[in-house]
């Protein structure tokens, strides 16, 4: 059975850093995309970022860019996201979330066929 499984949210003020996990289990994707995804209260999911099975490629949403940073290691079948200069505007539930088709990266939720149970991260101003 695969399990993604999300830790690392929590609240912080604006301008501070968190830093995401997601533990992967029941099946390897070392070789295929992965990805961040996050839903505030009333709106669709959206796109944060995404990393090729390689790790050698990302792409974030224009929201995020030069802020936020996705890796990955798939040694132990994980991967993060690093979230700094927080706004009030990232308040969030994230998810993350594993592609079995993709091998360089979607920013299309249907893309993905696997995906955690969320982490909240609360951004105060």
């Known amino acids: 059975q695969v399990q993604l499984v999300e830790s690392g949210g929590g609240l912080v003020q604006a301008g501070g850093s968190l830093r995401l996990s997601c533990a992967t289990s029941?099946?390897?994707?070392?070789?295929?995309?992965r990805g961040w995804f996050r839903q505030a209260p009333g709106k669709e999911r959206e796109f944060v970022a995404t990393?090729?099975?390689?790790?050698?490629?990302?792409y974030y949403a224009d929201s995020v860019k030069g802020r936020f940073t996705i890796s990955r290691n798939n040694a132990n079948n994980a991967v993060y996201l690093q979230m700094n200069s927080l706004k009030p505007q990232d308040t969030a539930v994230y998810y993350c979330?594993?592609?079995?088709?993709?091998?360089?990266?979607?920013?299309?939720?249907?893309?993905?066929?696997?995906w955690g149970q969320g982490t909240q991260v609360t951004v105060s101003s």
């Open positions: 979330a594993a592609s079995t088709t993709q091998y360089f990266g979607s920013n299309d939720v249907l893309k993905y066929d696997y």
């Open positions: 990393i090729s099975g390689s790790g050698a490629n990302t």
């Open positions: 029941g099946r390897a994707f070392s070789r295929y995309a």
